[in-house]
């Protein structure tokens, strides 16, 4: 068994060592111990000979919300699209670190990539009235019984449509996402939680960071 | 003058006959507007000014028959006008020491004669015509016109009055009420500047109490009024000299329980007082009872059956205090009833008003224009609002008021909002864009009160249901309540979008109950909907209103809380947000007893001069900066500064000091500024090596940054190491180089303010003559506002310590400026020029110019001065003029009464005043004649009463006084025969040297009588003696010897005497 982990703890260095040189922020050590944290998640292989490729959408969903307090169905669906960037299905090793780069650490450039990313379902470069109407549809619960909470919904997507689409073309490229966080921060996170909060970051990279690194 | 006089003037309690006025500044004050009005009167209205008063007003005056001159027919000691009424009888008439005056234009004149003693004869004709109104208009015109409203209509009456003599009489009272109005107004502008009053919350509860009185069964209290029911415009109801302490209104309460209960409801909180039943009372404003936060809980405590009751009724009791509540309620929904009807009568009223002023203004023939002084034209604040109205279109002949009211309406309402907007502008001129400070109006002057200018509450007037802001901000708020934390952020994010800094924005968001929303937004756990609520409180906040209500809420609680969490944004914008809260005191007091000032101090720990910064630093150095501006609004309280200094607050201010930002810098120096007016931070300051930084930072080419360094040099100046350290750094040169920015009077005061203070070492006077500050600063004396005067003067009279510069300050033309300024009203400034006067006339030329200026009168007359500092600093400065006048003993005679101010001044309070009114007469007994006088005038048993004293210097200079009294007539022996002689011999036990000297002196001179001798042996005074007659001091030596002797040439002569028996 010592004789295995020796064996593990080599080939994870090596690895660490190359991904480390792919992906922004971590340092060598730090991916060490995301691999290592990757592979608790994984868990043992629930055949012997076929170990597992990565995480697939239900365990995924399961640490969104575990460890990131990201709890919005349609966006952890579209969390995990954005992480999973070859659309097999499962997300790897190598984009679980390159998601935790941008999630624990990202610049602002990279989030608003990545918000834009998951706001873009269908992926076509805009943001479109449908699009912002399908996650801000029950953002409204305790209206009034006389007000139709649709109205609502369409009129604040209006109002937030008219100030994000700088070009007037009736949707929001990232072009006018990105100038618009620019100007105000908090349209990063516009149509839903989908990263996670100061507290959340913090508590992970404790954990996973340095009481790792004491074992 | 009805109203100034009962509700502003502060009486002395009425023992005899008729009241005294106090010597206060406000009856000051009050008698000098008076005054003014009375001058101006007879040029500014020459035909009412020939009116005959239907009594004469008649009063002991002062004033002799050598004083009038030509149009007096005089005879012996009576005087009659020329000028006679239509039965042929003089309208001025003088048998001493009476004299009545029937009409404004002789009163004018006389006051002209009356010259130095102008203020006395104004003040002594009010005391004997409690009522000048009724005697000048009679006392049927004067009551029909109080019976109308005396806010409204003047003018009918003046209509219905065809009798082109009661026309005349009408006008005489539409002045006489205008003058009223201005002078209440005047004086309820100076106390706003000194006290702050919120009448709202008073009003409030009362209002809410008053409803509990009234249905039978459940009523919890039998009854509830008001003392008076004059209301000020600024919304309290009680006399403007009470209004000084901070008092609102006075209620009279009975309990349904407990014996009726006398209210008094002040800033500080409600007490009982003595028992004011009425209003006009003179006496029982003492608090008689512990000072309880608001009503309910003093009848709480008072009330068993108020207690019970009160938690049974609808509202709660723990919802009385926070009455902003049920405004709210009452604002939304009363809009289309009571409210806004209300606010157009008023509106009509004022117009009305407006109208009538102009048409009896324009029948006078020519406008009325508000002469200001030209230093305060500088205040855009005072002068824009009375010139909208001025400027109006006056076409108001009577069928047309009623077109016009409606007309004007909102034209007057755009003016309003245009004139307050220039307001806001002017004062916001004075930031840097970068340096954003709230409401900042700091000068060296800053005090507490400053910005907490009593704004009467501001509502909404008209259909503000018709602004589409209105239906959009109601909506946004539905959204508010209703949304998830996704959708709340982003209706936040609309909201951001709104004019937020518009007042009707403002308010609307106030009035709508957004401020509750959006403070209870901070409770959630959701980041972004913080920081969006913060992003939309930090810009509303600028209003002084939301501000209040944030506090009044306990909305600050949650602010201050926020400071303690992690994220940094959140953090930086809690601290600008509290930096525009804390705009008044009661909130820089609850961010204190919340622990703020610790937690704002927390926030400035970052390095903010590295030459790259990280992301994060960055962030830290922006967090640090919003806590600055917000210590720096919470520096304003006395306590916050020494709380600031007490959390660590000053050596981490001083390293942000080292930051290269303007924006950062400004805040910074802004609060060592405010700080450095107590004591201990100036320590701190100077010695964490602060001082370069600030002379560093004097060289800045922004303005308001070099004003705040001077400001905090100025003050931290009183050190005398900092002074030196000022010198080391170079930062004189520096200093005299600002003199060059005359334009930015601001500025101009902190660095006059710096070179005075920096002055006060004669080193740096040196050094500064390098420069030729001294002829710089003489040019500054002329056409500069108060604040600049007083420290010029206040460097010239350091400078003149220096005996080559006195001879300077004659040579460059000063002496002429200084004295025009002595005939000034500004206390500190008086002072100051007092003392220049004083130092320069030690130097013969300069006397010979200050006599020829009469400038000893106009020192001499400022002993009337109510400032004890004042009367001091003037008395201190007759010494020298007193020396060094040619003739002195002619020109104190010449003094009219000045004699017998002196003497009046030996029974001040003060030991200062005392000290150097008997240094003055050191003087004036050099003079025989004037001992003479001053003898007749008994300052014998007056310095005698002042001989149990134990302050050194009044001790030292009273000795020298009685020494120098001792030289006339039997003045020994009156001496002797008052007392003064055992008291005096006591002072030998001071350890004071001067007082030794100046105390055997006078013993000398007293041992000349044998009585008094015998006095002194009885009170063992030669052992002492003989001890003094071993100083190095030959002059004591001298005295003491010389008064030893007189003893023993009694005893040996006594014992000859025995002997030849």
């Known amino acids: ?215 | 003058m009805g109203l100034s006089l009962t509700k502003a003037a502060q009486w002395t309690t009425a023992s005899s006959g008729t009241g005294k006025l106090e010597f206060t500044p406000m009856n000051e004050s009050l008698l000098k507007e008076i005054l003014r009005f009375v001058e101006r009167f007879s040029s500014q209205h020459p035909q009412e000014a020939e009116h005959v008063f239907e009594e004469p007003l008649q009063w002991r005056t002062t004033l002799v028959a050598s004083d009038f001159k030509t149009d007096y027919d005089i005879s012996d000691s009576a005087v009659q006008s020329h000028e006679k009424d239509s039965e042929g009888l003089p309208l001025l008439q003088l048998s001493p020491p009476a004299v009545y005056v029937r009409s404004f234009s002789q009163l004018s004149k006389l006051v002209h004669l009356a010259d130095g003693k102008k203020l006395e004869e104004v003040r002594a004709c009010l005391e004997e015509n409690r009522d000048p109104v009724v005697k000048i208009l009679g006392r049927s015109f004067a009551t029909t016109l109080e019976r109308e409203d005396a806010q409204t209509d003047a003018l009918s009456v003046v209509d219905k009055v065809k009798d082109p003599a009661k026309e005349v009489k009408g006008k005489l009272f539409l002045f006489l009420q205008k003058m009223d109005k201005q002078i209440l107004s005047k004086l309820l502008e100076e106390i706003s500047e000194k006290v702050s009053l919120d009448p709202a919350a008073a009003k409030n509860e009362v209002e809410l109490l008053k409803q509990l009185c009234s249905d039978g069964e459940k009523r919890v209290l039998k009854s509830l009024r008001y003392t008076s029911e004059f209301e000020f415009s600024n919304g309290c109801r009680t006399p403007l000299w009470r209004q000084v302490h901070g008092e609102i209104c006075y209620l009279v309460i009975e309990p349904c329980d407990a014996e009726t209960l006398y209210i008094t409801y002040s800033t500080a909180g409600v007490f009982l007082n003595e028992g004011i039943k009425q209003e006009g009372e003179e006496s029982g404003y003492e608090r008689t009872s512990d000072v309880y936060a608001d009503l309910v809980t003093l009848l709480k405590s008072r009330s068993p059956h108020f207690a019970k009751n009160i938690n049974k009724q609808d509202f709660a009791a723990q919802e009385l205090p926070s009455t902003h509540k049920i405004q709210h309620v009452e604002s939304v929904d009363g809009e289309e009833q009571g409210q806004p009807q209300r606010s157009y009568e008023q509106q009509e009223k004022n117009v009305h008003e407006k109208a009538k002023q102009q048409h009896t203004v324009n029948k006078a023939g020519g406008r009325n224009k508000n002469e200001m002084c030209p230093r305060w034209s500088s205040f855009a604040l005072l002068s824009t609002f009375g010139k909208a109205e001025e400027e109006e279109p006056s076409k108001s002949s009577g069928e047309e008021k009623k077109k016009l009211t409606l007309g004007t309406r909102s034209k007057i309402k755009a003016e309003f909002s245009a004139s307050s907007s220039a307001v806001r502008q002017s004062s916001q001129k004075m930031k840097t864009s970068a340096g954003a400070m709230p409401g900042e109006l700091t000068s060296e002057s800053s005090t507490e009160s400053e910005e907490e200018e009593e704004q009467p509450e501001r509502r909404l007037e008209g259909d503000i249901d018709r602004l589409p802001e209105y239906w959009q901000i109601q909506k946004l708020f539905r959204y508010l309540k209703a949304g998830n934390q996704t959708t709340t952020a982003l209706t936040l994010c609309a909201m951001m979008d709104l004019n937020l800094m518009q007042e009707t924005c403002q308010l609307i968001i106030r009035d709508l109950g957004g401020l509750e929303i959006l403070l209870n937004l901070l409770d959630t756990i959701e980041v972004r909907c913080k920081i969006g609520s913060l992003k939309i409180l930090r810009k509303i906040s600028h209003n002084v209103q939301i501000s209040r209500t944030i506090v009044y809420t306990s909305g600050l609680q949650k602010i201050v809380t926020i400071l303690d969490l992690p994220d940094k944004d959140l953090k930086a914008l809690a601290a600008e947000t509290i930096a525009n809260v804390a705009r008044f005191r009661r909130a820089r007091r609850t961010v204190r007893k919340l622990n703020g000032i610790k937690k704002l101090v927390k926030l400035l720990d970052c390095v903010p001069n590295l030459a790259k910064l990280t992301e994060n630093q960055e962030k830290d150095v922006e967090v640090a900066r919003c806590g600055v501006l917000a210590l720096w609004s919470c520096s304003k309280s006395r306590k916050n500064k020494e709380a600031i200094r007490k959390a660590g607050g000053i050596p981490l201010l001083g390293r942000l000091l080292k930051s290269p930002h303007a924006n950062m810098l400004i805040p910074v120096v802004g609060t060592l500024q405010e700080c450095a007016s107590e004591e201990s931070c100036r320590i701190a300051i100077q010695t964490k090596g602060m001082i370069k930084d600030l002379v560093k930072n004097l060289r800045s080419d922004n303005e308001e940054l070099q004003m705040h360094c001077a400001s905090a040099i100025f003050k931290c100046a009183e050190e005398e190491q900092t002074r030196d350290l000022v010198r080391k750094y170079k930062g004189l040169q520096q200093l005299v180089s600002l003199l060059g920015k005359a334009d930015n009077k601001q500025l101009l005061a902190a660095a006059t303010g710096a070179i005075w203070k920096c002055s006060i070492s004669t080193e740096n006077v040196a050094e500064f003559q390098k420069y030729n500050v001294l002829q710089t600063l003489v040019g500054l004396l002329t056409y500069q506002p108060d604040e600049v005067l007083v420290n010029v003067v206040g460097a010239l009279g350091e400078f003149a310590q220096i005996p080559a510069n006195k001879a300077t300050i004659g040579k460059c033309g000063g002496i002429k400026p200084l004295v025009n300024l002595l005939t000034g009203t500004d206390q500190a400034l008086l002072v100051n020029v007092t003392k220049a006067v004083g130092a320069c006339a030690t130097d013969k030329d300069n006397m010979t110019i200050i006599q020829q200026l009469d400038g000893v009168r106009l020192v001499w007359s400022l002993l009337k001065n109510p400032s004890p500092d004042v009367q001091s600093s003037a008395a201190w400065a007759l010494c020298p003029c007193i020396e060094n006048a040619k003739d002195a003993g002619e020109m104190v005679r010449s003094l009219v009464g000045g004699l017998t101010l002196i003497l009046y001044l030996l029974k001040s309070t003060n030991n200062e005043v005392l000290a150097s009114i008997c240094a003055a007469i050191t003087k004036i007994a050099r003079d025989e004649d004037n001992l003479a006088v001053i003898t007749d005038l008994g300052v014998i048993p007056l310095l005698t009463k002042l001989t149990d004293t134990t302050d050194d210097r009044l001790r030292h200079h009273l000795a020298e006084a009685i020494h120098y009294c001792c030289m006339w007539g039997s003045n020994r022996e009156s001496f002797g025969k008052v007392g003064a002689v055992a008291p005096l011999v006591r002072f030998l036990k001071s350890k004071d040297a001067a007082v030794h000297l100046s105390t055997a002196k006078a013993l000398y001179q007293l041992s000349w009588d044998p009585n008094n001798v015998i006095i002194m042996h009885a009170t063992k005074v030669v052992k002492p003696l003989l001890q003094m007659m071993r100083s190095d001091v030959e002059e004591l030596q001298e005295y003491a010897s010389g008064c030893v002797r007189h003893i023993r040439k009694l005893f040996l002569a006594n014992l000859y005497h025995c002997l030849s028996y």
Request: net charge negative; glycine share 4%; charged share 35%.
């Open chain 1, 1 to 215: 068994m010592s004789e295995m982990s020796a064996m593990n703890r080599k080939v994870i260095r090596s690895l660490a060592e190359t991904i480390s040189k792919q992906v922004e922020h971590f340092d060598q050590t730090e991916v060490e111990c995301l691999i290592r944290e990757f592979n608790m998640l994984l868990g043992p292989p629930s055949s012997p000979g076929r170990a597992a490729q990565g995480l697939d959408r239900i365990s995924f969903r399961s640490i969104l919300h575990r460890m990131f307090d990201i709890t919005d169905d349609l966006l952890m669906d579209e969390v995990f699209r954005a992480f999973d960037k070859d659309n097999d299905d499962i997300v790897s090793m190598k984009e679980w670190i390159e998601g935790l780069s941008v999630f624990l650490r990202g610049t602002l450039d990279e989030k608003m990539k990545y918000c834009f990313h998951v706001y873009d379902s269908n992926g076509d470069g805009f943001i479109s009235r449908e699009e912002m109407w399908r996650w801000l549809k029950d953002g409204f619960v305790r209206l009034p019984p006389e007000e139709d909470p649709d109205e609502a919904v369409k009129d604040l997507v209006e109002i937030t449509l008219k100030k994000m689409d700088h070009d007037h073309d009736g949707k929001v490229s990232f072009k006018d996402f990105e100038k618009t966080v620019r100007e105000e921060n908090l349209y990063l996170e516009a149509f839903g939680t989908c990263l996670p909060d100061s507290m959340s970051i913090e508590a992970f990279e404790q954990r996973v960071f340095q009481e790792q690194m004491k074992q």
